[in-house]
């Protein structure tokens, strides 16, 4: 398996921006669908933000639609979450994950690596 290591979490005011980072190591992220994921206080794991091995076919979440961007750069073994105009019920703690193969999916029990999470809070 891949092993997945985020940064880039912090404390931010509303209408700010953070990068995240997802370094891959042990494997070569270029073959996996690589996901972002977020946890709030009190609240399920909910799916974020996918992007396919290639770069293309970008998903996402209602919610982020317009102000996150999901990349990736298969030569730096890494993948990135540029989260724009944050608003307060964006803090959760973030999560990126890996996927085996093809297919842009939503669901967090089709990724088998996960990174530790990093937090993110916004402030009103």
């Known amino acids: 398996q891949v092993q997945l290591v985020e940064s880039g979490g912090g404390l931010v005011q509303a209408g700010g921006s953070l990068r995240l980072s997802c370094a891959g190591s042990g494997r070569t992220l270029s073959t996996y669908t690589m996901g972002w994921f977020r946890r709030a206080p009190g609240k399920e794991r909910e799916f974020v933000a996918v992007i396919s091995w290639s770069g293309g076919m970008p998903r996402y979440a209602d919610s982020v639609k317009g102000r996150f961007t999901i990349s990736r750069d298969n030569a730096k073994n890494t993948a990135y979450l540029q989260m724009n105009s944050l608003k307060p019920e964006d803090t959760a703690v973030y999560y990126c994950?890996?996927?085996?193969?093809?297919?842009?999916?939503?669901?967090?029990?089709?990724?088998?690596?996960w990174g530790q999470g990093t937090q993110v809070t916004v402030s009103s």
């Open positions: 994950a890996a996927r085996s193969g093809s297919g842009g999916s939503t669901r967090d029990a089709d990724y088998g690596s």
